[in-house]
């Protein structure tokens, strides 16, 4: 089993469409989690980090939840510019490592 | 600041060959590591290094050697490189570990081994 599981999608969704995405987690060790942003042949980047109560940042959610071992993101309003990969990602070793998920692929369409 | 860099962007190598990658960061981070990226598998960290003298083994480690003479800089050695070693190799530094926030990437190498 692979310690992120990501589903690789891809999502086709249309401009405006809410759309959510689900991570699951294997150590129950793992103390930080975070969603990242790649887009075709770029470098990751930092999208937001997750915490959990939850947080919000404009048209972006994170969710946690330890007990499942289960991270979300919540899209709405789905932009054209939001078409890219998005990677779910977990500390490991104690806080030393990131382990990343496959990340799921996302497509909006006009 | 320039952030992340690393050079060079495109490489091809030949069975046996060795080379090194180069990663250097001007914003002080004490942690730096190096990620290869295939399709179907995500990131894999390679190793790590949470200050300067002192690295680590990340979860693919084999056929590659890291130093960290400095702060600024982390090269990725390839010792005999091979098929297996084709990928796009991410750099990565942070302020500090990875359990307290971001981490910034370089823009990635592209290597192909022949």
């Known amino acids: 089993r692979k310690e992120v599981e990501q589903d690789p999608g891809p999502f086709n969704v249309p401009e405006g469409a809410t759309v959510a995405f689900n991570c699951t987690y294997s150590?129950?060790?793992?103390?930080?989690f975070f969603w990242y942003r790649q887009d075709c042949r770029k470098e990751p980047k930092l999208l937001m980090s997750?915490?959990?109560s939850g947080n919000e940042d404009g048209r972006f959610t994170a969710q946690l939840n330890r007990a499942s071992q289960y991270i979300s993101l919540l899209i709405r309003d789905s932009k054209l510019s939001d078409s890219a990969t998005y990677l779910c990602v977990v500390t490991t070793g104690g806080g030393n490592k990131l382990t990343f998920g496959t990340g799921t692929q996302l497509k909006v369409e006009l | 600041n320039a952030g992340v860099t690393q050079t060079p962007k495109f490489q091809v190598l030949k069975t046996g060959q060795s080379m090194t990658l180069q990663c250097a960061q001007d914003m002080n981070h004490e942690y730096m590591s190096w990620y290869r990226q295939d399709p179907g598998m995500g990131l894999r960290l390679i190793h790590y290094s949470v200050g300067a003298g002192i690295t680590d083994q990340g979860e693919v480690p084999n056929g590659y050697n890291v130093s960290r003479s400095t702060t600024e800089d982390f090269p990725l050695r390839l010792l005999s490189a091979a098929p297996s070693q084709t990928s796009v190799y991410f750099c990565?530094?942070?302020?500090?570990?990875?359990?307290?926030?971001?981490?910034?990437f370089g823009p990635g190498t592209r290597l192909t081994v022949l």
């Open positions: 990565a530094s942070s302020d500090g570990l990875p359990i307290s926030g971001e981490q910034f």
């Open positions: 997750v915490y959990s």
């Open positions: 150590n129950s060790a793992s103390q930080s």
